[in-house]
């Protein structure tokens, strides 16, 4: 069956220390990967992507991911953490069979703290 | 400026009432989407929708219904028969189904009174 998981519901980084979050997928056909952040009480909001090409994909607010097939992984990264980044991300996986549903994980919650 | 509202931010809703969501853009995208989100949960798809006069049942669906009439509007209704309605709902639409990019609403919070 398909299923995205992020293992991290909560991760809690000093402000400027690097963030990595989590985020495994078990899909039959090739993925396409997607990274979002909530804010409370808002919307999603796409960070970056992957469908093809480079693995390591660069998105907004300076986060980046990378895709590792032999691990079925897509984490997100970050070098330098700003108290800005608090929110809740969520990893979604998709592919050509049933693209028109993404498939969320149950999401991290990130506290920054000063 | 293109984009997609949600009405009301906040709702509520009384034992045995149905009550509708209000979703709508101006993006002139064809592929519009409900999911519910529940603390603690990943989004779960509702419903979704192609195109004008045409929407399929999400992994959820019981207990909500949904119409397509116009492009830009896509509400959801809440019926009595869904149980457990309080949740956070998010509205999303794309350029066409399995377009690489949802564009989201800022959600729809609904209560149970």
């Known amino acids: 069956a398909q299923s995205v998981t992020q293992p991290d519901i909560h991760i809690t980084v000093s402000e400027g220390a690097s963030l990595e979050l989590r985020c495994n997928y078990s899909y039959g056909a090739t993925p396409y990967l997607f990274w979002y952040v909530q804010s409370p009480g808002q919307g999603l909001q796409l960070l970056l992507k992957?469908?093809?090409?480079?693995?390591l994909v660069q998105g907004i607010k300076g986060f980046e991911a990378e895709f590792k097939r032999s691990q079925s992984s897509f984490n997100l990264r970050k070098p330098s953490v700003h108290w800005s980044d608090a929110a809740e991300y969520f990893c979604a996986v998709g592919d050509q069979n049933s693209g028109y549903a993404l498939n969320f994980g149950k999401g991290t919650s990130l506290l920054v703290t000063p | 400026d293109g984009g997609i509202t949600q009405s009301p931010k906040y709702l509520f809703r009384k034992e045995g009432q149905n009550v509708t969501l209000s979703c709508e853009q101006n993006l002139n995208h064809d592929a519009m989407y409900w999911y519910r989100q529940d603390p603690g949960q990943g989004l779960r798809l509702i419903y979704y929708s192609q195109i004008v006069n045409d929407f399929q049942k999400g992994d959820i669906a019981e207990g909500y219904s949904v119409s397509r009439e116009k492009k830009e509007s896509f509400p959801l209704t809440v019926t009595s028969a869904q149980k457990n309605p309080t949740a956070f709902y998010l509205c999303?639409?794309?350029?066409?189904?399995?377009?690489?990019?949802?564009?989201f609403g800022s959600g729809t919070q609904l209560s149970v009174l």
């Open positions: 992957y469908f093809s090409g480079d693995t």
């Open positions: 999303a639409s794309s350029i066409q189904l399995g377009s690489e990019k949802l564009f």
